[in-house]
């Protein structure tokens, strides 16, 4: 359902140094996608009538998970491994102290 395009496809598609922000952007949207649809269903049922206004809301959520399909990126092997370079490791933690702690004497880069 609408849970799992919101939580977990974004757990899986985005990387994981910014996994916890873009999380929280594609739960804001889902927000607001339902708050959209609350305010607008009564209006749609009385414009349509309610046999319409279901299929309508049919055709939305079909063309939902059609596209939730179609632009959810695939993964191989390859891709896992150019988003673990993206994750600092211990050399790159290890280099960013050295520079701080050169930045606190004075630009001393020794």
Do not use: H, M
């Not at 299929?55 to 959520?61: D, E, F, K, P, R």
């Amino acid at each position: 359902g609408a849970g799992a395009s919101v939580l977990f496809v974004p757990a899986e598609v985005f990387p994981t140094c910014v996994r916890g922000s873009c999380s929280g952007l594609s739960c804001a949207a889902g927000v607001v996608g339902f708050l959209l649809g609350l305010a607008s269903l009564p209006r749609l049922v009385d414009w349509v009538g309610t046999p319409t206004a279901l299929i309508l809301c049919g055709v939305a959520a079909c063309t939902g998970a059609a596209s939730t399909f179609v632009l959810t990126p695939r993964y191989t092997l390859q891709t896992f491994q150019d988003v673990a370079r993206l994750r600092p490791n211990k050399d790159t933690r290890e280099r960013r102290e050295a520079t701080l702690e050169a930045l606190e004497r004075g630009g001393d880069f020794k």
